[in-house]
């Protein structure tokens, strides 16, 4: 189980207010854990809602974790801040189905939960990954999602696969792949360059190459420790300019077209196609 946050007092010390004014979006997403067992969730909240005066925030959460009374307060946060902090509710299904690939989940806490949030004012949007399960209710969920007062549905299409490889979910026919590597976080030409920032601090252009996955760090520290000593990549030893501008960046840069993640997120596009639908007026 990761016990390991990222820290307030870095963001604090590394993202200085004011120094980022063409910042616009910053994603809070489940990497390695939703971002609400963050026990100090609501402080980096506000620290990147100082950093500047247009800076949105995006939270994904699959809405099973704290309570009604944190959802609320949560919820306060984004009405005190109009279009500044949206909450993106990842729900599979509806009651009867959600919990299949959400496992463990408990369809009333959830339902609870979005509600106290909406209840208090809160931008709340719904996600929903589109499976063979779930998909013949999907009229349903844009009719409840609508209802429940989110603002807008986005139904996720994925090449995922199951753990065992079985069971590929829904793809879009349009899912293809390219013949190049074209790096999303810095050369896409539909939004702004991306930076990551894992919950140690390591930063990298993007959540296929977290420092903290099992599944690649190894390949990855392996590399940046072979590219000399002091390579910088994490926000506890340099700032984000020096990490950019360092031998990491640099060996990524020179290596996409070649590069294990890179190749397979984005080349042959093992990434979800997401279509938001505007809700049905009810
Ligand atoms: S996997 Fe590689 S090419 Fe794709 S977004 Fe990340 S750094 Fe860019």
Known sequence: MNTAW???ELLVRRIVPGDWPSLERVLLSGNVDDPCMHPRLFEIIGHWLSVNTKLKIHMHTNGSLRTTKWFGELGRISADHPDRL?????IDGLEDTNHIYRRGSNWQKIQDNWRAYIAAGGYALWQCVVFDQNRHQIEKIKQLQAAEGFRDIRLRYSGRQWADGAAKVTEL???AGHSKVICKSTTSAERPP???????GDVSPCCFI???NIKVS????GIISQLGSNVPYNLHDADIDSIVRGAWFDWLFDNWQTNR???KHCRDNLRDSVIIQQAPII
């Open 6 to 8: 990222l820290d307030p």
């Open 86 to 90: 949206r909450v993106i509710f990842a």
């Open 173 to 175: 026919p349009t899912h």
């Open 194 to 200: 991306e930076l990551f920032i894992n919950h140690q």
């Open 210 to 212: 977290d420092l903290s």
């Open 218 to 221: 190894d390949r990855y520290l």
């Open 261 to 263: 993640e890179c190749v």
